[in-house]
């Protein structure tokens, strides 16, 4: 298969992936809530054989992997740093049912009709061609085999993001990306969701509307969260490598003046919107 996802895959074994190992309690801290959700959906016994689609630092992969003991969980991501952090946890843990594995499930071939349920969290949005990448997922899955994935609504809904983009676009040219295109908002669309999903052939799709609130930074001052803030996205962090301090600086007291509405005892807290997607094979 071409490799459509060459972009994606220098950058997350790159300044990507080793922000988010650095950050990686952070991220857990905000993600693992609504993580939890597309968990909950799934029909696990202890023998399932499950396949966790962009599993980064393996947090997900790790949780599932307890409530699996005769069963084996398999993540892949196209993260090299990610995985090490994933494997090195799951080592600490002592959960041998686990394994991960630097693969794109969009380009290349999963064994066929091998996993009983495919899971996601927050992993499916970087894909080039997602309905290529779903039809492999779905070959990959046995017979009623089940999907069950969360993925962010639209950009607006979540003020995580929306707000600091209003920030920093005053300070650095961000073009918008085109509609559909990979990140983390490309799948806002929910009948594109649903699109994809019955042209790679799955059935009894539900898509959930999930709306709560996520903690950032927990514990952190209003700057401090700031600061971590500029430092968990890549893209950022690499237009400002460069940069003079003052300029940061502008920026950082922007991001405070902006997030402090949302700034309580724990942390930032912002409301923020999800899909919860279900689906058969």
Not at 65 to 71: E, F, S
Not at 140 to 150: A, E, P, T, Y
Not at 233 to 262: C, H, Q, R, W, Y
Request: proline share 5%; glycine share 6%.
């Amino acid at each position: 298969m071409e490799d459509k996802n060459l972009k994606q895959k220098e950058f997350w074994s790159g300044a990507g992936g080793d922000v988010w190992v650095n950050k990686q309690r952070e991220m857990d801290i905000m993600l693992n809530p609504l993580g939890q959700r597309a968990i909950d959906k799934l029909a696990l016994s202890p023998d399932k054989i499950i396949l966790d689609i962009g599993c980064g630092c393996g947090a997900t992969s790790l949780e599932i992997a307890k409530q699996i003991p005769q069963g084996k969980i398999i993540g892949l991501d196209i993260s090299v740093p990610m995985l090490d952090q994933a494997s090195k946890l799951a080592s600490e843990m002592s959960l041998m049912n686990t394994e991960f594995q630097v693969k794109d499930v969009q380009v290349e071939e999963l064994k066929s009709e091998y996993f009983d349920i495919a899971f996601s969290r927050f992993g499916v949005m970087f894909f080039e061609d997602p309905f290529e990448a779903f039809k492999n997922i779905h070959n990959s899955l046995k017979q009623d085999g089940q999907l069950s994935f969360v993925c962010w609504q639209n950009a607006s809904l979540n003020p995580w993001q929306s707000l600091s983009m209003q920030v920093i676009k005053q300070f650095l040219d961000l073009p918008a990306p085109p509609p559909q295109s990979p990140g983390p908002f490309a799948f806002e669309d929910k009948e594109y969701i649903k699109e994809i999903l019955e042209v790679s052939g799955f059935q009894e799709i539900v898509i959930t509307d999930n709306q709560e609130d996520i903690v950032m930074f927990s514990g952190k001052s209003i700057r401090e969260a700031s600061e971590d803030y500029l430092t968990i996205n890549p893209v950022v962090t690499e237009m400002l490598k460069n940069s003079g301090d003052e300029l940061k600086e502008e920026i950082l007291e922007a991001l405070i003046t902006k997030f402090s509405d949302f700034h309580k005892n724990e942390g930032l807290l912002f409301p923020s919107a999800t899909w919860i997607v279900t689906a058969k094979k």
